[in-house]
């Protein structure tokens, strides 16, 4: 902003009508209103941005509450995105045994933890060190009753 202010005071000192202008108080007063405006400007283009990327978050949250395949249900992480935690939820038919697979998005093969849940709503969370590095990953639950899964997004 500072370079924009130099050019304007560069322009109004080439302008001859600004000469006769009676003191040096105009001009602090017109610089102060351009950086007064500026100001706002800028912030109004970063609360829309960032009321941008809440609305799409928010769609992408809420577009598809939870994946299912068979009797298993897989719902959404959360929070998702994350940053040090998140918590996955998934509900059985019957008591088995789970195999929870996360992948990058190159596909590798990046987290998997297995284990004997019981009938009914249980969870697993992951760490922030489970997962090495930022990134999106897909989330893949895998049981007797078939295989859900969902995109997660990590910070």
Not at 77 to 105: G, H, K, Y
Not at 111 to 118: H, I, L, N, R, V
Not at 126 to 155: C, H, N, V, W
Request: with cysteine; proline share 4%.
């Amino acid at each position: 902003m500072s370079l924009i202010l130099a050019r304007i005071l560069e322009y109004i000192g080439q302008q001859r009508w600004f000469v006769a202008l009676p003191t040096r108080a105009l001009v602090k007063n017109f610089i102060h209103n351009l950086s007064q405006k500026c100001f706002v400007a800028e912030r109004r283009l970063f609360n829309l941005n960032l009321s941008i990327m809440n609305a799409a978050l928010t769609q992408v949250n809420t577009a598809r509450s939870y994946s299912t395949e068979g009797n298993v249900v897989l719902y959404q992480n959360s929070p998702n995105p994350f940053i040090e935690m998140t918590v996955l939820w998934f509900r059985l038919p019957a008591a088995t045994e789970v195999v929870l697979r996360i992948f990058d998005a190159k596909g590798r093969e990046v987290y998997a933890k297995t284990g004997q849940y019981a009938a009914g709503e249980s969870h697993i969370v992951i760490q922030r060190a489970d997962l090495k590095e930022p990134g999106f990953f897909d989330a893949r639950l895998e049981t007797p009753f078939g295989i859900a899964s969902r995109k997660m997004m990590m910070y």
